[in-house]
Structures are given as C-alpha cells and as structure tokens.
C-alpha cells in the first residue's frame, strides 16, 4: 500500500520561502505521477504542482507559476515544493498525491490515487 508522509510546512512572513518534501513508500515510486494540491478554509482543493514519473515534465497552477517550484529525486523516493516570494494568500493546508501512470499531465485532483495527510502553509502579512 502506497503511503505519503509530508514535511516541511510552517509559518513565514510574506516574501519568505519554504521547502515542502514529501516521501514515498510500498511502491515503485519512478512508476508514479505525482503532483502537490493545496486547500483553504472553504475553497476547492486546487492544483499547485505536478511532474510527471521521470521528473522530465512539469505544470503549474497559474497562482503560482515563476514562484514555486516542484522536483523528484527517484533515488530517494521524494518529491520536493520550492516556495519563494510566498503571499498570505498561499495559506493552505498542502497535500502531496501520486498516481500510477506515465501519462502527463493528471490535472485533477479526483484522478489522484493516494494523498498524504497534509502540511500546514501559513503565510503572514
């Protein structure tokens, strides 16, 4: 059974940044999609990030596309969010998600397999 356990979550002031990391286990981890979700007090769980099985391919939510940054090391069986220039609207609980396929890109979060319990993103103002 696969299992995500996120880190790296916490609070930081507007302008900051924060590395969210997100392990994987009970699976061929270079088999799997994965992507980051995030989701606000009464909003839609919404795309941030996703790469594809080989790390070769990316897409972003247009929120944050030139501020964050999703990457994979498959050796370690991780998948990585760089957040820069981060605003109080980024505030969120943040899930990892994976899915067993090599097609990319998988947008929505319904078509995602396995989530992670989630992190806590706050950003302050």
């Known amino acids: 059974q696969v299992q995500l356990v996120e880190s790296g979550g916490g609070l930081v002031q507007a302008g900051g940044s924060l590395r969210l990391s997100c392990l994987f286990n009970?699976?061929?981890?270079?088999?799997?999609?994965m992507g980051w979700f995030r989701q606000a007090p009464g909003k839609e769980r919404e795309l941030v990030g996703i790469?594809?099985?080989?790390?070769?391919?990316?897409n972003y939510g247009d929120s944050v596309k030139g501020r964050f940054t999703i990457s994979r090391d498959n050796a370690k069986n991780t998948v990585n969010l760089q957040m820069n220039s981060l605003k109080p609207e980024d505030t969120a609980v943040y899930y990892c998600?994976?899915?067993?396929?090599?097609?990319?890109?998988?947008?929505?979060?319904?078509?995602?397999?396995?989530w992670g319990q989630g992190t806590q993103v706050t950003v302050s103002s």
């Open positions: 790469i594809s099985w080989s790390g070769g391919s990316t």
């Open positions: 009970g699976g061929t981890f270079s088999s799997y999609g």
């Open positions: 998600a994976a899915r067993r396929t090599y097609y990319f890109p998988v947008l929505k979060a319904a078509d995602y397999e396995y």
